[in-house]
Nanobody, 114 residues
């Protein structure tokens, strides 16, 4: 399983970005997909989760601003990030749980400026 994240960049506070995660195989077999972020000096944080049945969970820090989705036909997962804040600055990773193994993609940098 290979995951390729894209869509990061520099954005002003209050702006939006959409991250995408392309999988090498069929994501319909992934039980869970997550977006995880790592900011310098901070603990890793799972910001959004989507299950195979389409249900979702969000960290309190992003609830109401971020939306995770998955497109099984295109083998992609996305993270729509709105109303971005300075504290959203981090490297964002997509992950997938498949047959009890968690796979990670490479990170994509999101930088929010004032």
């Amino acid at each position: 399983v290979q995951l390729q994240a894209s869509g990061g960049g520099l954005v002003q506070a209050g702006g939006s970005l959409r991250l995408s995660c392309a999988a090498s195989g069929s994501i319909s077999s992934f039980n869970v997909m997550n977006w995880v972020r790592q900011a310098p000096g901070k603990q890793r944080e799972t910001v959004a989760t989507i299950f195979s049945n389409g249900s979702t969970n969000y960290a309190d820090s992003v609830k109401g601003r971020f939306t995770i989705s998955r497109d099984n036909a295109k083998n992609t997962a996305s993270l729509q990030m709105n109303s971005l804040k300075l504290e959203d600055t981090a490297v964002y990773y997509c992950t997938a749980l498949y047959l009890s193994t968690r796979y990670w993609g490479q990170g994509t940098q999101v930088t929010v400026s004032s």
